[in-house]
Nanobody, 127 residues
Framework: RVQLEESGGGAVPSGGSLRLSCVTSGFYFSRYCMTWFRQVPGQEREGVAGIDSRGHTVYTDSVKGRFTVSRDNAKSTLYLQMNSLNAEDTAMYYC?????????????????????WGQGTLVTVSS
C-alpha cells in the first residue's frame, strides 16, 4: 500500500522557518520524482518544489532562495526547508510522487502528473 505522510507544519511568525517532512512507504522511493504542493482554500493546488531521483531540484519563482527541497532515499523521506516565511506561504502543504526512474526534473509538474499524494500538513504564517 502506497503511503505518504507529511509532518512539520505549524504556526510561525513572518520571517520564521519550518521544516516539513514526508515519510513514504509502499513504493520504490528512489525511482520516483517527488514534489511539494500547497493549496489555499478556494484556490488551485500550486506546485512549490520538485526533486528527481538523482537530486536535481526545481522551484516555483515565489519560493526560490527561501525554500530547499531534499530527499533521503535510505529513509524514503522527502523534506522541505522553508525560511523567511511570509503570510503568502500560508497553505496546506502536500507531498506527491510520480514514477521517473531516469528523468531529470526541469519544472514543477502539474497535479495531473502525480501518482500518489499525502494528506497534507498546515502551515500558518502570521504577519
Amino acid at each position: 500500500r502506497v503511503q505518504l505522510e507529511e509532518s512539520g507544519g505549524g504556526a510561525v511568525p513572518s520571517g520564521g522557518s519550518l521544516r516539513l517532512s514526508c515519510v513514504t512507504s509502499g513504493f520504490y522511493f528512489s525511482r520516483y520524482c517527488m514534489t511539494w504542493f500547497r493549496q489555499v482554500p478556494g484556490q488551485e493546488r500550486e506546485g512549490v518544489a520538485g526533486i528527481d531521483s538523482r537530486g536535481h531540484t526545481v522551484y516555483t519563482d515565489s519560493v526560490k532562495g527561501r525554500f530547499t527541497v531534499s530527499r533521503d532515499n535510505a529513509k524514503s523521506t522527502l523534506y522541505l526547508q522553508m525560511n523567511s516565511l511570509n503570510a503568502e506561504d500560508t497553505a496546506m502543504y502536500y507531498c506527491a510522487a510520480y514514477y521517473c526512474p531516469s528523468q531529470t526534473v526541469t519544472a514543477v509538474p502539474p497535479t495531473t502528473a502525480l501518482d500518489a499524494w499525502g494528506q497534507g500538513t498546515l502551515v500558518t504564517v502570521s504577519s
